[in-house]
C-alpha cells in the first residue's frame, strides 16, 4: 500500500475510533436519583454507567447531613456497568454519594449525586 493511500485511512480511522480511546465511564442512571426523595433508613444504592467499570478500583462514599463520610462497600455488580450497595441507618437529611469509578479503558471518572431522606 503506497504511502499516499495509507495517511487518508488512518486519519478516517482516527476519526471513527479516536472518541471510544479517549472515553470516560459516564454515569447514565442512579438510585437514588440525583434530588430524589427516599424512605429511610435503608436504601438501595446502584448507578450504571455507559461502559465496563471496575469494581474492584472504584469507590463510594457517603456524605451525611452533618458532613460525615463513610465508605459504602460495593457488592457484587449485577451487570459488568453497574456498581450496587446498600446505604443503612440514614436518618432524615440531606445526603451525598460520592462516586469515583475506573473504566476499563483505564480512565478514573468522578462524580456527586445529592439525595434527601425523609
Not at 447531613?65 to 460495593?74: A, D, M, T, V, Y
Request: aromatic share 6%.
Amino acid at each position: 500500500m503506497s504511502g499516499k493511500l495509507c495517511f487518508p485511512i488512518l486519519v478516517v480511522l482516527s476519526l471513527c475510533f479516536g472518541s471510544v480511546a479517549r472515553g470516560h465511564a459516564i454515569l447514565l442512571s442512579s438510585t437514588p436519583s440525583v434530588k430524589e426523595v427516599v424512605t429511610g433508613p435503608d436504601t438501595q444504592v446502584k448507578l450504571r454507567f455507559n461502559s465496563r467499570v471496575d469494581a474492584g478500583r472504584s469507590m463510594l462514599m457517603l456524605v451525611d447531613p452533618g458532613g460525615e463520610q463513610r465508605k459504602l462497600g460495593i457488592g457484587e455488580q449485577s451487570s459488568p456497568e453497574s456498581l450496587d450497595s446498600q446505604a443503612n441507618g440514614l436518618k432524615s437529611g440531606d445526603y451525598v454519594i460520592r462516586w469515583q469509578v475506573l473504566a476499563i479503558d483505564g480512565h478514573i471518572t468522578r462524580g456527586e449525586i445529592s439525595f434527601r431522606v425523609r
